[in-house]
C-alpha cells in the first residue's frame, strides 16, 4: 500500500536539501537542464561541489508517468545511475489509477536505471528520465505505442468492390538434340468478393525423357485456393493452403524441417496489410529537458531531420516524422540563439514490425489433402495437421518466438530470436527439433557497412539413420557471402561455402556491370 503522509523527519530532510539544492543549483542548472539527463550524462554535468548534495542523498521529485503527475516522493540517485523510491510524499492529486500507480512506485522502490530501459522486468517502462532544473523524474512507458489510433490503418471501402486479376507465365527450355526439354505453364487468379479476397494458383508442367528414354510427362498442380479478409491487424484465411506459406511477416519462428504440405483447413493470424508504413513514433521516445524557450535540432550524420520548438520543462520531442529503422541521431539544444547542449541518442522504429503491437501469432489446422498429381508423402495425406506460432517484440532491438505442430506422427518445435545492436548488423539464431527428423540449429549475422555487405551462415543438423551403425547423420555447413558495390555500375559478389563432414568447399567471385545503352539527357532546346 502506497502511503501519502510524510513522516516528520522525512519532511526536514526534504526541506534541507531542497533549500541547499535552490542556493547552488542556479548557477549551472541552465546549462546542465538542457536535455534529459540519463547516468552518464548527469555524473559530467553536476559539479563536485553539489555532487555530495544530489547523489546518494534523499532528494524531492515530482514523478510523472508518460506526461501525468503520478505522486510527490523522495528518491535516492546513485552515481551509477540508479534510482530507488525511498518514501511517498504526496499523490492524492495523481492523475495515475491507483493500481498503475502503486505498481510503478513498488518497482521505483526496487530501483531502476536512469535512460533506455532494456530489462524484461521493466513493467512497460521505455526510458527514464531526470530534469535537474524542475527536480522532475519522468517515467515513459510504451502505452503511447498500443495506444489505438485510427489513422494507423487504411480504411478500406464501406462496400468493397468486385474485380479479378489473371497472370500468366509460359516456361519452355530446349536443351539441345538428344537432351531432354521442359516447360511450363503456371496460371494465378486473384478475384475481390467484397469483404473477402480470393486466390488460387495453377501450375502444369511438361518434362521430355530425352533421346535415351521414350515417353514424357505431363504433371499438374494445385498450388493453393483460399478466401481472405483482411481486419485492423489481423486476417483470416479458409481453403486449400499451405500452413508454411500463409503469411509473409517474417516475425515469427520458422517451423522445423518444414515441407509444402497443404491442407484443407484455416489460419488466423496477426497481419500489417493495411498498416500505414508511416507516421509511428519511436519506440523509445526522445526527451529534451529546457531551461528556457528554444527549439531542438536532431540530425543523422551531418544531415539535419528535423526542428522542433521547445518550452521550458521536461518534454518529448515529436517522432512520426523521422526515417524508419534503427539508428543513432544527435539532439542539439539551443535558447536565444546558442547551443547550450547536445547529445547522442537512438531511434528506435523497426521496419520489420509496425512498433505498437509487440506479440504477433499464427494458427492454422486442418486435414492435409493431396489435389491432382501433388503427393505429400505416405504419413502426410489424409492426416490432421495443427500448429501454432508466437513472436514477440522484447525490445526494440530484439525480438524472438516459438513454433509448435503436430501432424502425421510427428512432433515439431522450434525457436528463434533476432537482435539488431545496429541498424547495419543482425544477429540471428533458431534452434530447432522434430521427433520424426531430428534436431539442429541455424546461426545467421548479417553486416550492411556503406557500399560493402557481408553475410555469416552455419547450420548444423542431426537426423536419424535408417541405415549403418551410427544412430545419427550429421551435417555442418558453413557459408560466407559478401557484396561490394564499387560505383553506381560495378559490383564484385563473392561467396564461400563448407560442407564440414564432406570436407567438401565451394567458392563463386563474380563481377557485375550495369550497361546503360540510353542515357536521360534531358529536353532539348529547338
Known amino acids: 500500500m502506497v502511503t501519502l503522509v510524510p513522516a516528520p523527519s522525512v519532511m526536514r530532510g526534504m526541506m534541507a536539501a531542497g533549500l541547499l539544492a535552490c542556493t547552488m543549483l542556479p548557477a549551472w542548472a541552465d546549462d546542465a537542464a538542457a536535455v534529459a539527463l540519463d547516468a552518464e550524462q548527469l555524473r559530467q554535468s553536476v559539479p563536485d561541489a553539489f555532487a555530495d548534495v544530489l547523489f546518494d542523498t534523499p532528494v524531492a521529485v515530482r514523478i510523472e508517468l508518460d506526461g501525468k503527475y503520478m505522486v510527490d516522493a523522495l528518491v535516492r540517485l546513485g552515481r551509477d545511475g540508479q534510482v530507488g523510491l525511498q518514501e511517498v510524499l504526496d499523490g492524492v492529486a495523481s492523475e495515475v489509477p491507483a493500481q498503475e500507480r502503486n505498481r510503478y512506485v513498488s518497482l521505483l522502490q526496487t530501483g531502476v536505471g536512469l535512460g533506455d530501459c532494456t530489462g524484461l522486468l521493466c513493467e512497460g517502462l521505455v526510458r527514464v528520465a531526470y530534469g535537474v532544473a524542475d527536480s522532475r523524474l519522468a517515467l515513459f512507458t510504451d502505452r503511447a505505442q498500443r ?54 494458383d495453377l ?37 486449400y493452403l499451405s500452413p508454411d506459406l500463409s503469411t509473409g511477416q517474417g516475425n515469427l519462428a520458422p517451423i522445423p524441417f518444414s515441407h509444402y504440405n497443404p491442407i484443407l483447413g484455416f489460419a488466423f493470424g496477426s497481419s500489417d496489410s493495411l498498416l500505414k508504413r508511416s507516421n509511428k513514433p519511436s519506440m523509445v521516445p526522445l526527451t529534451v529537458s529546457a531551461s528556457k524557450a528554444g527549439h531542438a535540432e536532431i540530425s543523422r550524420d551531418g544531415r539535419l531531420l528535423a526542428t522542433y520548438a521547445v518550452q521550458p520543462g521536461l518534454q518529448v520531442l515529436p517522432t512520426e516524422g523521422l526515417p524508419d529503422g534503427i539508428y543513432p541521431v544527435t539532439v542539439r539544444v539551443f535558447e536565444d ?46 492426416g490432421m495437421l495443427g500448429g501454432v506460432q508466437l513472436g514477440y517484440l522484447l525490445h526494440p532491438q530484439w525480438r524472438a518466438g516459438i513454433s509448435a505442430q503436430q501432424g502425421g506422427g510427428d512432433r515439431q518445435v522450434g525457436l528463434f530470436s533476432s537482435f539488431s545492436p545496429l541498424n547495419a548488423l543482425q544477429l540471428y539464431v533458431n534452434p530447432y527439433y522434430s521427433k520424426r527428423s531430428g534436431q539442429g540449429y541455424e546461426l545467421q549475422g548479417i553486416g550492411a557497412f556503406s557500399r560493402l555487405s557481408l553475410a555469416v551462415s552455419h547450420r548444423q543438423s542431426a537426423r536419424p539413420a535408417r541405415y549403418g551403425r551410427s544412430r545419427h547423420l550429421r551435417q555442418r555447413h558453413t557459408t560466407v557471402s559478401s557484396d561490394w ?38 529536353p532539348r532546346r529547338m
Open 147 to 200: 495506444e489505438y489510433r485510427p489513422d494507423r490503418y487504411l480504411a478500406l471501402p464501406g462496400r468493397g468492390g468486385n474485380g479479378a486479376l489473371l497472370g500468366n507465365q509460359l516456361t519452355y527450355v530446349r536443351r539441345g538434340r538428344d537432351l531432354p526439354s521442359s516447360g511450363s505453364y503456371q496460371l494465378s487468379l486473384i478475384t475481390s468478393l467484397a469483404p473477402w479476397s480470393a486466390y488460387s
Open 485 to 522: 558495390q564499387l560505383s553506381d555500375q560495378d559490383r564484385i559478389s563473392a561467396r564461400f561455402g563448407h560442407a564440414h563432414d564432406d570436407r567438401q568447399s565451394t567458392s563463386d567471385l563474380s563481377y557485375y556491370r550495369d550497361i546503360r545503352q540510353w542515357t536521360d539527357v534531358g
Open 337 to 382: 540563439g546558442r547551443m547550450v547542449f547536445t547529445t547522442r541518442e537512438s531511434i528506435y522504429k523497426p521496419g520489420n514490425w509496425n512498433g505498437t503491437d509487440r506479440f504477433r501469432f499464427r494458427l492454422y489446422g486442418g486435414r492435409r489433402q493431396s489435389v491432382w498429381d501433388y503427393r505429400a508423402g505416405a504419413h502426410a495425406d489424409g
Open 203 to 239: 501450375q502444369i508442367s511438361y518434362a521430355d525423357a530425352g533421346h535415351w528414354q521414350r515417353g514424357s510427362r505431363v504433371r499438374k498442380y494445385l498450388n493453393n485456393a483460399y478466401m481472405q479478409r483482411d481486419w485492423h491487424g489481423l486476417y483470416a484465411r479458409i481453403g
